[in-house]
């Protein structure tokens, strides 16, 4: 599958940006799709995950109560709300697909999934 990250620009603190993830390829429903992020120097980091159906999710705490994950498998799409941004999500942030269902305490571990974009960048900043 192939995925493309979309969405990401300049945004102040306080505000609000909306990612989008489209894949291509495969049957999209078949994978469960997370977003992880990068900063300058620093190691990949868990953002969020969503399941195959969009029925579950799981969160970093970093970021619970302001990012919501969603996914519409008809449009192929998964989608990444960021509310309430602070200067320390300024990243990279990255789409990937898992098509091994597994325990939510391997979520984080990017070395899982399978397939991933080639980044948005988004930048928190006044």
């Known amino acids: 599958v192939q995925l493309q990250a979309s969405g990401g620009g300049l945004a102040q603190p306080g505000g609000s940006l909306r990612l989008s993830c489209a894949a291509s390829g495969d049957t999209f429903s078949s994978y469960a799709t997370a977003w992880f992020r990068q900063s300058p120097g620093k190691e990949r980091e868990f953002v969020t995950r969503?399941?195959?159906?969009?029925?579950?999710?799981y969160y970093a705490d970093s970021v619970k109560g302001r990012f919501t994950i969603s996914r519409n498998n008809a449009k192929n799409t998964v989608y990444l709300q960021m509310n309430t941004l602070k200067p320390e999500d300024t990243a990279v942030y990255y789409c990937?697909?898992?098509?091994?269902?597994?325990?939510?305490?391997?979520?984080?571990?990017?070395?899982?999934?399978?397939?991933w974009g080639q980044g948005t960048l988004v930048t928190v900043s006044s």
């Open positions: 990937a697909a898992d098509r091994t269902p597994r325990r939510s305490s391997t979520f984080s571990y990017a070395q899982n999934y399978d397939y």
């Open positions: 969503i399941s195959r159906g969009g029925d579950t999710w």
